[in-house]
T-cell receptor, first 117, second 113 residues
Framework: AQKITQTQPGMFVQEKEAVTLDCTYDTSDPSYGLFWYKQPSSGEMIFLIYQGSYDQQNATEGRYSLNFQKARKSANLVISASQLGDSAMYFCAMREGQAGGSYIPTFGRGTSLIVHP | DTEVTQTPKHLVMGMTNKKSLKCEQHMGHRAMYWYKQKAKKPPELMFVYSYEKLSINESVPSRFSPECPNSSLLNLHLHALQPEDSALYLC????????????FGPGTRLTVL
């Protein structure tokens, strides 16, 4: 079973509108972290936002917010006031707690976002 | 400063060539990673270095040879590659192996002819 599921291969949004990118995860570990990365066509993976499993509040970073619903095991990314430069591939990733081990993240398959003028 | 640098940006090599990819970070991070990414796919972990020691090798073929000369540098030596090895190679670092956020470099686009 996939640990990270991104069900939207592609999304379109009008400039200045908000958009939600879906991410669901599967883990039995009580300690885990969830990440979103942006990858423009240039290739660099840009860290956007992080949510820890014990964090009480939803994470926010500027125009990015993470809608964390623990019971539903979802961690959707919300981008407010979309800009043309937001057009990119977006990856959701999860790190599970591994006592004494290294952090090995699991990435979803990604969602391609296109922002229309 | 969350910058990870990678050189070269692009590399074209033949199957008999030997080349190296370089990654550098000056954030004091003690964990460094190599990923391989094919087009329209998520990155796949190849190697993890933790405190300059190789801690994870995800069953990567021996034609890929990682090296961590010091805590700031990570190399990936390439020898006798196959055309299917053509991909974007991403380097990342994190403060330590159990700390959450990985910061990625811009990648090296490798083409094997």
């Amino acid at each position: 079973a996939q640990k990270i599921t991104q069900t939207q291969p592609g999304m379109f949004v009008q400039e200045k509108e908000a958009v939600t990118l879906d991410c669901t995860y599967d883990t039995s570990d009580p300690s885990y972290g969830l990440f979103w990365y942006k990858q423009p066509s240039s290739g660099e993976m840009i860290f956007l936002i992080y949510q820890g499993s014990y964090d009480q509040q939803n994470a926010t970073e500027g125009r990015y917010s993470l809608n964390f619903q623990k019971a539903r095991k979802s961690a959707n990314l919300v981008i407010s006031a979309s800009q043309l430069g937001d057009s990119a591939m977006y990856f959701c990733a999860m790190r599970e707690g591994q006592a004494g081990g290294s952090y090995i993240p699991t990435f979803g398959r990604g969602t391609s976002l296109i922002v229309h003028p | 400063d969350t910058e990870v640098t990678q050189t070269p940006k692009h590399l074209v090599m033949g199957m008999t060539n030997k080349k190296s990819l370089k990654c550098e970070q000056h954030m004091g991070h003690r964990a460094m990673y190599w990923y391989k990414q094919k087009a329209k796919k998520p990155p796949e972990l190849m190697f993890v270095y933790s405190y300059e020691k190789l801690s994870i090798n995800e069953s990567v073929p021996s034609r890929f040879s990682p090296e961590c000369p010091n805590s700031s540098l990570l190399n990936l030596h390439l020898h006798a590659l196959q055309p299917e090895d053509s991909a974007l190679y991403l380097c990342a670092s994190s403060q330590d192996p159990n700390t959450d956020t990985q910061y990625f470099g811009p990648g090296t686009r490798l083409t094997v002819l």
